[in-house]
């Protein structure tokens, strides 16, 4: 499958994909991971990008488009591939129309989680990540065994520096100004799936509306 994952941060696009990965094989690609892990890792990428993504800002379409047209080209893309967190912008959704044109490829849909706004806010506030392995946990609903500690590979689970109250409201803001006309994008496209939920059996459902 190649579905683009739309919807507010928080939403669980993430868990979403996770899931589907496991189903058919297909690649979680999450420009958010990249980009943490090229901060963490100190790149040249990393050091450009820091700063918008601390404020909660998006990153600039250029340095999006130029990791995706890696990344789409690499060989386990070739089973499919979902994408969390890209694209963000109008200018990258025609920038990836093109792209994928060129690849000679085709998307299966674009899957919105049409998920409340008081829902975000209180799962962003209560949401840790592994900042070794990226495991997602949630302070109420899925706490790591031992606190801190993440169960899968022992690192340090944390809030995310962008997971202040003042920079979600930022992420959330920037949301619905520039990532949500996506929405409509795919809509006229005739790629559009939505779904007032993010818990997996009715997302499973809304996906065999998919073509
Ligand atoms: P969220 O949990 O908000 O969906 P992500 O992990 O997807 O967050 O992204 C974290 C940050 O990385 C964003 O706030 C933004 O600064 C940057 N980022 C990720 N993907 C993109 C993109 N496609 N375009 C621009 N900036 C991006």
Excluded: H, W
Aim: hydrophobic share 40%; aromatic share 2%; charged share 25%.
């Amino acid at each position: 499958m190649k579905i683009i994952l739309l919807g507010p941060p928080g939403a669980g696009k993430g868990t979403i994909a996770k899931i589907l990965m496991q189903q058919d094989g297909s690649v979680q690609i999450s420009t958010g991971d990249i980009l943490r892990a090229a901060v963490a890792a100190g790149t040249e990428l990393g050091k450009q990008a820091e700063a918008a993504m601390k404020a909660g800002d998006l990153v600039t379409d250029e340095l999006i488009m130029g990791i995706m047209e890696e990344r789409l080209q690499q060989e386990d893309c070739q089973k499919g591939y979902l994408l969390d967190g890209f694209p963000r912008t109008i200018a990258q959704a025609e920038a990836l129309k093109q792209l994928l044109d060129k690849l000679g490829e085709k998307l299966d849909c674009a899957l919105q989680l049409d998920i409340p706004r008081d829902v975000i806010i209180d799962r962003l506030t209560t949401r840790r990540t592994c900042s070794k392995c990226g495991e997602i946990y949630n302070i109420k609903s899925k706490p790591p065994k031992v606190e801190g500690i993440c169960d899968v590979c022992g690192g340090d689970v944390l809030q995310r520096d962008d997971e202040t109250e003042a920079a979600i409201e930022n992420r959330l803001q920037v949301y619905n100004q520039q990532t949500a006309p996506l929405v409509d994008f795919y809509r006229d496209l005739g790629l559009l799936v939505s779904v007032q939920s993010s818990a997996t059996e009715e997302v499973m459902e809304a996906l065999k509306n998919c073509r």
